[in-house]
Nanobody, 122 residues
Framework: QVQLVESGGGLVQPGGSLRLSCTVSRNIFSISSYVMAWYRQAPGKQRELVAAISSGGITNYVDSVKGRFAISRDNAKNSVYLQMNSLEPEDTAVYYC??????????????WGQGTQVAVSS
């Protein structure tokens, strides 16, 4: 059962931009109370957190994308976005959307998308 649907991936040249989108399948839940995040996994590497945004709009990023990527959310559209600028070949990976409902430090509920491929190459 698909719960998060990503789109916007593709092939782009170094220095280019892409905007990833993530929506909730059939609006089966509202993201308004969820921490939303983007992860990525490159071939042969572990999945890593790229960016996250809290329900209150606080953002954080992995150091390698600071100043280049921007995460945002639109609760009315039940969607989260990742604007990626100045893309580098090292950004090549499958990007996954994640939603998690936190209860203090505990994850009460979580969802993943199926991923969208981003390839940065000349």
């Amino acid at each position: 059962q698909v719960q998060l649907v990503e789109s916007g991936g593709g092939l782009v040249q170094p220095g280019g931009s892409l905007r990833l989108s993530c929506t909730v399948s059939r609006n089966i839940f509202s993201i308004s109370s969820y921490v939303m995040a983007w992860y990525r996994q490159a071939p042969g590497k572990q999945r890593e957190l790229v960016a996250a945004i809290s329900s209150g709009g606080i953002t954080n990023y992995v150091d390698s994308v600071k100043g280049r990527f921007a995460i945002s959310r639109d609760n009315a559209k039940n969607s989260v976005y990742l604007q990626m600028n100045s893309l580098e070949p090292e950004d090549t990976a499958v990007y996954y959307c994640n939603a998690r409902l936190m209860g203090g430090l505990n994850i009460l509920r979580g969802y993943w998308g199926q991923g969208t491929q981003v390839a940065v190459s000349s």
